[in-house]
Protein backbone atom coordinates (compact mmCIF):
# COMPACT_ATOMS: atom_id res chain seq x y z
CA UNK A 1 0.00 0.00 0.00
CA UNK A 2 2.93 2.46 1.01
CA UNK A 3 4.39 1.46 -2.25
CA UNK A 4 1.03 2.45 -4.06
CA UNK A 5 0.63 6.13 -2.65
CA UNK A 6 4.13 6.51 -3.43
CA UNK A 7 3.86 5.39 -7.16
CA UNK A 8 0.59 7.61 -7.16
CA UNK A 9 2.65 10.52 -5.82
CA UNK A 10 5.01 10.28 -8.30
CA UNK A 11 2.74 9.92 -10.97
CA UNK A 12 1.07 13.21 -9.87
CA UNK A 13 4.42 15.15 -9.28
CA UNK A 14 5.16 14.36 -12.58
CA UNK A 15 1.46 15.21 -14.48
CA UNK A 16 1.56 18.05 -12.38
CA UNK A 17 5.08 19.52 -14.41
CA UNK A 18 3.24 19.04 -17.44
CA UNK A 19 -0.48 20.16 -17.27
CA UNK A 20 1.55 23.75 -15.18
CA UNK A 21 3.94 24.01 -18.32
CA UNK A 22 0.67 23.75 -20.49
CA UNK A 23 -1.20 26.02 -18.38
CA UNK A 24 2.05 28.28 -18.77
CA UNK A 25 2.04 27.76 -22.39
CA UNK A 26 -1.83 28.43 -23.22
CA UNK A 27 -1.11 32.06 -21.04
CA UNK A 28 1.84 32.69 -23.51
CA UNK A 29 -0.35 31.41 -26.76
CA UNK A 30 -3.08 33.85 -25.33
CA UNK A 31 -1.21 36.77 -24.76
CA UNK A 32 0.79 36.31 -28.38
CA UNK A 33 -2.62 36.21 -29.78
CA UNK A 34 -3.89 39.28 -27.85
CA UNK A 35 -1.20 41.09 -28.95
CA UNK A 36 -1.18 40.19 -32.61
CA UNK A 37 -4.88 41.37 -32.43
CA UNK A 38 -3.66 44.58 -30.99
CA UNK A 39 -1.77 45.34 -33.63
CA UNK A 40 -3.80 43.80 -36.61
CA UNK A 41 -6.43 46.38 -35.45
CA UNK A 42 -3.86 48.60 -34.80
CA UNK A 43 -3.47 48.03 -38.22
CA UNK A 44 -6.74 48.79 -39.62
CA UNK A 45 -6.38 52.36 -37.86
CA UNK A 46 -3.61 53.23 -39.72
CA UNK A 47 -5.41 52.26 -43.18
CA UNK A 48 -8.51 54.14 -42.43
CA UNK A 49 -6.32 56.97 -41.04
CA UNK A 50 -4.36 56.80 -44.56
CA UNK A 51 -8.00 56.87 -46.32
CA UNK A 52 -8.83 60.21 -44.44
CA UNK A 53 -5.87 61.57 -44.96
CA UNK A 54 -6.48 60.79 -48.56
CA UNK A 55 -9.97 62.05 -49.42
CA UNK A 56 -9.43 65.11 -46.67
CA UNK A 57 -5.61 66.71 -48.71
CA UNK A 58 -6.94 65.49 -51.97
CA UNK A 59 -10.67 67.46 -51.53
CA UNK A 60 -8.85 70.46 -49.64
CA UNK A 61 -5.91 70.53 -52.71
CA UNK A 62 -9.06 70.48 -55.20
CA UNK A 63 -10.42 73.75 -54.01
CA UNK A 64 -9.13 76.77 -56.07
CA UNK A 65 -6.59 78.94 -54.46
CA UNK A 66 -8.89 81.85 -54.95
CA UNK A 67 -12.12 79.75 -53.58
CA UNK A 68 -10.18 79.53 -50.38
CA UNK A 69 -11.89 82.26 -48.89
CA UNK A 70 -15.29 81.19 -49.79
CA UNK A 71 -18.48 80.81 -47.60
CA UNK A 72 -22.14 80.11 -48.71
CA UNK A 73 -24.20 82.75 -48.35
CA UNK A 74 -27.43 82.11 -49.65
CA UNK A 75 -29.64 80.56 -47.14
CA UNK A 76 -29.02 79.68 -43.15
CA UNK A 77 -25.32 79.62 -42.99
CA UNK A 78 -24.72 82.85 -40.88
CA UNK A 79 -21.14 82.90 -38.86
CA UNK A 80 -19.94 79.74 -40.89
CA UNK A 81 -16.13 79.40 -41.56
CA UNK A 82 -14.92 79.81 -44.89
CA UNK A 83 -13.25 77.12 -46.47
CA UNK A 84 -9.70 77.92 -45.57
CA UNK A 85 -10.78 77.83 -42.19
CA UNK A 86 -12.59 74.82 -41.98
CA UNK A 87 -9.49 72.99 -43.43
CA UNK A 88 -7.18 74.50 -40.16
CA UNK A 89 -10.48 73.94 -37.77
CA UNK A 90 -9.82 70.22 -38.97
CA UNK A 91 -6.26 70.35 -39.08
CA UNK A 92 -6.01 72.04 -35.61
CA UNK A 93 -8.16 69.27 -34.41
CA UNK A 94 -6.32 66.61 -35.05
CA UNK A 95 -3.26 68.31 -33.72
CA UNK A 96 -5.20 69.03 -30.24
CA UNK A 97 -6.31 65.17 -30.33
CA UNK A 98 -3.43 63.61 -30.86
CA UNK A 99 -1.21 65.58 -28.88
CA UNK A 100 -3.80 64.38 -26.06
CA UNK A 101 -3.10 60.76 -26.96
CA UNK A 102 0.53 61.24 -27.24
CA UNK A 103 0.12 62.51 -23.23
CA UNK A 104 1.75 65.89 -24.75
CA UNK A 105 0.46 69.91 -24.43
CA UNK A 106 -1.21 70.73 -28.03
CA UNK A 107 1.48 72.86 -30.21
CA UNK A 108 0.55 76.23 -28.82
CA UNK A 109 -0.45 77.59 -32.35
CA UNK A 110 -3.61 74.90 -32.70
CA UNK A 111 -5.46 77.96 -30.65
CA UNK A 112 -8.64 77.11 -29.78
CA UNK A 113 -9.30 74.97 -32.95
CA UNK A 114 -8.70 77.81 -34.93
CA UNK A 115 -4.92 76.82 -36.13
CA UNK A 116 -2.35 79.43 -36.64
CA UNK A 117 -2.78 83.10 -37.84
CA UNK A 118 0.47 82.84 -40.02
CA UNK A 119 -1.34 80.29 -41.58
CA UNK A 120 -3.14 81.99 -44.69
CA UNK A 121 -2.44 80.32 -47.87
CA UNK A 122 -4.14 77.27 -49.99
CA UNK A 123 0.23 76.08 -49.64
CA UNK A 124 0.54 77.07 -45.91
CA UNK A 125 -2.88 75.65 -45.42
CA UNK A 126 -2.39 72.24 -47.00
CA UNK A 127 0.80 72.30 -45.39
CA UNK A 128 -0.78 72.34 -42.00
CA UNK A 129 -3.18 70.19 -42.93
CA UNK A 130 -1.23 67.29 -44.10
CA UNK A 131 1.63 67.60 -40.82
CA UNK A 132 -1.22 67.18 -38.55
CA UNK A 133 -2.13 64.17 -40.37
CA UNK A 134 1.29 62.75 -39.71
CA UNK A 135 1.21 63.69 -35.88
CA UNK A 136 -2.13 61.56 -35.81
CA UNK A 137 -0.27 59.12 -37.02
CA UNK A 138 2.30 59.64 -34.30
CA UNK A 139 -0.22 58.85 -31.87
CA UNK A 140 -2.02 55.72 -34.03
CA UNK A 141 1.26 54.41 -33.54
CA UNK A 142 1.39 54.97 -29.80
CA UNK A 143 -1.43 52.45 -29.24
CA UNK A 144 -0.70 49.56 -26.94
CA UNK A 145 2.10 51.65 -25.01
CA UNK A 146 1.72 51.51 -21.81
CA UNK A 147 4.66 53.81 -20.82
CA UNK A 148 3.55 57.03 -22.37
CA UNK A 149 0.22 58.65 -20.27
CA UNK A 150 -2.63 59.94 -21.91
CA UNK A 151 -4.24 63.24 -21.39
CA UNK A 152 -8.17 64.11 -21.52
CA UNK A 153 -8.96 67.25 -24.20
CA UNK A 154 -11.03 70.46 -23.01
CA UNK A 155 -11.71 70.19 -26.95
CA UNK A 156 -13.01 66.50 -26.30
CA UNK A 157 -16.28 64.89 -24.64
CA UNK A 158 -14.19 61.99 -23.41
CA UNK A 159 -13.95 62.30 -19.64
CA UNK A 160 -10.40 61.97 -18.30
CA UNK A 161 -11.28 58.71 -17.00
CA UNK A 162 -13.34 57.72 -20.74
CA UNK A 163 -9.63 59.34 -22.62
CA UNK A 164 -7.48 56.59 -24.24
CA UNK A 165 -5.29 56.75 -27.29
CA UNK A 166 -7.48 54.61 -29.53
CA UNK A 167 -10.62 56.43 -28.55
CA UNK A 168 -9.40 59.96 -29.19
CA UNK A 169 -7.42 59.00 -32.87
CA UNK A 170 -11.45 57.66 -33.27
CA UNK A 171 -12.33 61.16 -32.55
CA UNK A 172 -10.14 62.85 -34.66
CA UNK A 173 -11.29 60.99 -37.75
CA UNK A 174 -14.85 60.99 -37.06
CA UNK A 175 -14.49 65.24 -36.45
CA UNK A 176 -12.54 64.87 -40.04
CA UNK A 177 -15.04 62.82 -41.89
CA UNK A 178 -17.75 65.11 -40.94
CA UNK A 179 -15.79 67.95 -42.27
CA UNK A 180 -15.53 66.18 -45.33
CA UNK A 181 -18.88 66.54 -45.62
CA UNK A 182 -18.88 70.14 -45.50
CA UNK A 183 -15.83 70.24 -47.72
CA UNK A 184 -17.51 68.95 -50.26
CA UNK A 185 -20.59 71.19 -50.39
CA UNK A 186 -18.32 74.05 -50.75
CA UNK A 187 -16.33 72.33 -53.59
CA UNK A 188 -19.47 71.31 -55.42
CA UNK A 189 -21.08 74.76 -55.06
CA UNK A 190 -17.79 76.11 -56.80
CA UNK A 191 -18.63 73.88 -59.03
CA UNK A 192 -15.55 71.39 -57.97
CA UNK A 193 -16.04 67.03 -58.09
CA UNK A 194 -14.35 65.92 -55.40
CA UNK A 195 -11.60 64.09 -56.10
CA UNK A 196 -12.96 61.17 -54.12
CA UNK A 197 -16.15 61.13 -56.33
CA UNK A 198 -15.19 61.40 -59.80
CA UNK A 199 -14.53 58.48 -61.80
Do not use: C
Amino acid sequence: MQKMKLILMLVLWLTSGSILAQVGQQRVDSKETASLEAEREKHALQVLAKLTEKVIVSGADAMPADKYGYAPTDGEFKGVRTFGQMVKHLSATNYILAAAALGQEPPADAGDEFGPDAVRTKAEILNYLTGSFAYLDKAIEAIGQKTLPVKSSPISPLKSTEATRLALVVESLVHAFDHYGQMVEYLRMNGVVPPASRP
